[in-house]
């Protein structure tokens, strides 16, 4: 079963528009949750976080909310800029540590 | 410093033959781990190695996969026997303690394919 989804395979944003990336799970216990982003031929880096027990968490151009009773979570990046133009993986962690469930991933587009 | 390194970058294999995949993680962290990407998917879980701590293998699709990691540092996932259902690409992370949503970081896979 799939326990973090990612339901848009795909957005495209146009340059310094706003781009919202959706993500939902189903189980309650994962306590904290990340973002990846992924360019083609490299491994997932590192994006942004946030603790369950914050509804929000912002860096720079990037902010991530959390709506734990709808069980879903939103990356958002503003303003968008083609370099932001890659694949974005929500993941969610159980007990704070240990293997990441990853959802299907978006592969966002931002034209110039 | 360096980053997560894995080897080779490609292969390609028969169908039957086993192969060996390589990660160095960055050094110091205890915390490493194997996910693989089949094509059109998400990053699935294989096996989680924590000092020296048993790992936890949950994710291991079948018993043709095993992964060793020796003296803490360098690991080796192998899958014996491969089949078609194998080619995906191949990522390991590792992190430096098990602490609260403590960053993976990423090496840039391997990418295999099986004939």
């Known amino acids: 079963d799939q326990q973090v989804k990612q339901n848009s395979p795909s957005l495209s944003v146009q340059e310094g528009r706003i781009s919202i990336l959706n993500c939902d799970y189903t189980?309650?216990?994962?306590?904290?949750f990340l973002w990846y982003k992924k360019y083609p031929a490299e491994g997932p880096t590192f994006l942004i976080s946030?603790?369950?027990?914050?509804d929000k968490n912002e860096d720079g151009r990037f902010t991530v909310f959390l709506n734990k009773s709808a069980k879903h979570l939103s990356l958002h990046i503003v303003p968008s800029q083609p370099g932001d133009s890659a694949v974005y993986f929500c993941?969610?962690?159980?007990?704070?540590?240990?293997?990441?469930?990853f959802g299907q991933g978006t592969e966002l587009s931002v034209k110039p | 410093g360096a980053g997560v390194s894995q080897s080779p970058s490609n292969k390609v294999t028969e169908k039957g033959k086993d192969v060996e995949l390589r990660c160095d993680p960055i050094?110091?962290?205890?915390?490493l781990y194997w996910y693989r990407q089949s094509l059109g998917q998400g990053l699935e879980f294989l096996i989680y190695?924590?000092?020296?701590?048993?790992?936890?293998k949950s994710g291991l699709p079948s018993d043709r996969f095993s992964a060793e990691r020796t003296g803490g540092s360098v690991s080796t996932l192998t899958i014996q026997r491969t089949q078609q259902e194998d080619s995906a690409v191949y990522l390991c992370?590792?992190?430096?303690?098990?602490?609260?949503?403590?960053?993976?970081?990423f090496g840039p896979g391997t990418r295999l394919l099986v004939l």
């Open positions: 992370a590792s992190s430096p303690l098990r602490l609260a949503g403590e960053t993976q970081y």
């Open positions: 189980n309650s216990m994962f306590d904290y």
């Open positions: 946030i603790s369950s027990i914050k």
């Open positions: 993941a969610a962690l159980r007990n704070q540590g240990g293997k990441l469930i």
């Open positions: 050094s110091g962290h205890t915390a």
């Open positions: 190695f924590q000092g020296n701590s048993a790992p936890d």
